[in-house]
């Protein structure tokens, strides 16, 4: 059995205890210390090898995403946050997995699951982002859904609650459509209408007043129409 070293980077002291529980139940996970910041992790990667860091995003001194810039790519990155809309910020870096606080034990076990064997190489980058397919996961159902971004058509805005329509499926969860549209904005998504967002290259035909997708007419509205004219240039 392969044996990942560990290191927890987070400063805050409850959020630290529940990963100390979480790295202890798993059986190659070793855990080398706890961190209260960036500034310190640093030097405790001098002391030890380290193959895994759980990492806090809103860190004092030095923020996580910075912090896995100074370090390069040594080391399999498990971000842990409150904070949804850095998540494909994240992924640009090649984490392992984005864990939304607060999360449950069998939510941390996933994530740990994908961890490569210690000395492996890392999945090929092109510029700055993995080939990896990147992904978002939803709650349904008390559950966490993945969705690959590659097989979004469509989000549909249904008051507090959004549709996510993809190539075979749909899914309906308790998000808003403008912090959906933020975490997408980076990967080929267009807000078209105040009820709708869609992915740029499932796109079948437009006009100056609607967009078609995979057999379903969305309208483009009236104030949107600038931006959708100056991203498909309608004329």
């Known amino acids: ?7 927890i980077v987070e400063d805050e002291p409850l959020a630290a205890e529940v990963l100390e529980r979480y790295v202890a139940q798993i059986p190659f996970l070793q855990l080398k210390g706890v961190c209260r910041d960036a500034i310190y992790a640093m030097e405790a990667l001098k002391k030890d090898r380290v193959d895994v860091l759980f990492l806090d995003i809103h860190l004092p001194k030095l923020k996580g ?3 896995i810039r100074t370090i390069g790519k040594s ?6 946050t409150a904070y949804k809309e850095y998540a494909l910020e994240g992924y640009e870096h090649n984490v392992v997995d984005y864990l939304l606080k ?4 069998s939510r941390f076990a996933m994530a ?5 064997p210690p000395g492996s190489v890392a999945p090929p980058v092109e510029n700055g982002i993995a080939r990896e397919r990147a992904y978002l996961f939803f709650n349904v159902n008390k559950k966490k859904v993945k969705v690959y971004l590659d097989e979004i058509l469509y989000i549909e805005s249904i008051k507090e609650y959004i549709r996510i329509h993809t190539t075979d499926r749909s899914i309906l969860t308790k998000f808003q459509l403008g912090q959906v549209e933020e975490m997408l904005e980076k990967n080929n998504f267009i807000r078209v209408h105040r009820s709708f ?4 290259p499932k796109i079948d ?3 100056a007043i609607s967009i078609e997708l995979g057999g379903k007419t969305i309208p483009i509205g009236r104030s949107y129409k600038e931006l ?6 309608i004329e």
């Not at 740990?112 to 490569?116: A, D, G, I, S, T």
């Not at 959708?228 to 240039?233: R, S």
């Open 205 to 207: 035909a437009f006009s």
């Open 1 to 7: 059995m392969e044996i990942y070293n560990c290191l």
């Open 75 to 80: 080391y399999q990155v498990i971000l842990t």
């Open 65 to 67: 995403l910075d912090f």
């Open 228 to 233: 959708v004219g100056n991203n498909l240039a």
């Open 112 to 116: 740990v699951n994908k961890l490569r």
């Open 102 to 105: 607060p999360f449950e034990f």
């Open 197 to 200: 967002i869609v992915a740029k």
